[in-house]
Nanobody
Framework: QVQLEESGGGLVQAGGSLRLSCAAS????????RGWFRQAPGKEREFVAA????????KYADSVKGRFTISRDNAKNTVYLQMNNLKPEDTAVYYC??????????????WGQGTQVTVSS
């Protein structure tokens, strides 16, 4: 069983940057694709980005394309989400997930507890 723990969230001004990390423990890390999702207050959880098990393929939500970059370091069992040019609408709890390479919550079987990102205007 893979366990996930996010870190790196915080408060940042609009236009700023944050890098989220998601450390994995358990079964071989390289077996799983990894995804980032987010949930804003009063809204459904939504897909942000995903990276394939080896890291050769990525996908992004249209709302973050060109601003966010997902990457992984299999030697460190960690996946990252570099977030640049942050906007107030990016404010949400960000969740890391492990599973299949997809953009649906149902593609992922294991989830972290989430980390809060707040972007002030």
């Amino acid at each position: 069983q893979v366990q996930l723990e996010e870190s790196g969230g915080g408060l940042v001004q609009a236009g700023g940057s944050l890098r989220l990390s998601c450390a994995a423990s358990g079964r071989p890390f390289t077996r799983y694709a990894r995804g980032w999702f987010r949930q804003a207050p009063g809204k459904e959880r939504e897909f942000v980005a995903a990276i394939s098990s080896i890291g050769g393929s990525t996908k992004y939500a249209d709302s973050v394309k060109g601003r966010f970059t997902i990457s992984r370091d299999n030697a460190k069992n960690t996946v990252y989400l570099q977030m640049n040019n942050l906007k107030p609408e990016d404010t949400a709890v960000y969740y890391c997930a492990a599973g299949l390479f997809g953009s649906s919550q149902s593609d992922y079987a294991t989830w972290g507890q989430g980390t809060q990102v707040t972007v002030s205007s």
